[in-house]
C-alpha cells in the first residue's frame, strides 16, 4: 500500500507559475511509475504528466514546454512544475502510483488560474 499527499495548489494569475508535489509513504513508493492528473468542472479525469520509476516522462500535448515533472526518490516526492499557466488548467490535480497490480490515488488539490 502506498498513500500519498499533494500539495502546493493556489490561486495563480495567468501567465504564472505553480509547483506541485506529492509525497508517498508506505511500501516502496520508489518502484511505482508516478503521474499527475486533473480534473476540471464537467470534464473527466485526465493524465498530465507521467514518470516511470527509471525517470522517463510523458506529457500530454496541452502542457508539453510547460510543464515538467520529476521525482526526488530520497524524499519520496514527485513534483509538477508548471509554469505560463493558463486559465484552462484550472482543475483539481490529483498525484496517482501504478504498479502492476496496485493503483493508489491521492486527495488532489486545487489549482485555479484566473486575474
Known amino acids: 500500500q502506498v498513500q500519498l499527499v499533494e500539495s502546493g495548489g493556489d490561486l495563480v494569475q495567468p501567465g504564472g507559475s505553480l509547483r506541485l508535489s506529492c509525497a508517498a509513504s508506505?511500501?516502496?513508493?520508489?518502484?511505482?511509475?508516478m503521474a499527475w492528473f486533473r480534473q476540471g468542472p464537467g470534464n473527466q479525469r485526465d493524465v498530465v504528466a507521467a514518470?516511470?520509476?527509471?525517470?522517463?516522462?510523458h506529457y500530454a500535448d496541452s502542457v508539453k514546454g510547460r510543464f515538467t515533472i520529476s521525482r526526488d526518490s530520497a524524499k519520496n516526492t514527485v513534483y509538477l512544475q508548471m509554469s505560463s499557466l493558463k486559465p484552462e488548467d484550472t482543475a483539481v490535480y490529483y498525484c496517482?502510483?501504478?504498479?502492476?497490480?496496485?493503483?493508489?490515488w491521492g486527495q488532489g488539490t486545487q489549482v485555479t488560474v484566473s486575474s
Open positions: 496517482n502510483a501504478r504498479s502492476a497490480r496496485q493503483e493508489h
Open positions: 514518470i516511470s520509476s527509471e525517470g522517463f516522462t
Open positions: 508506505g511500501r516502496n513508493p520508489s518502484n511505482y511509475a
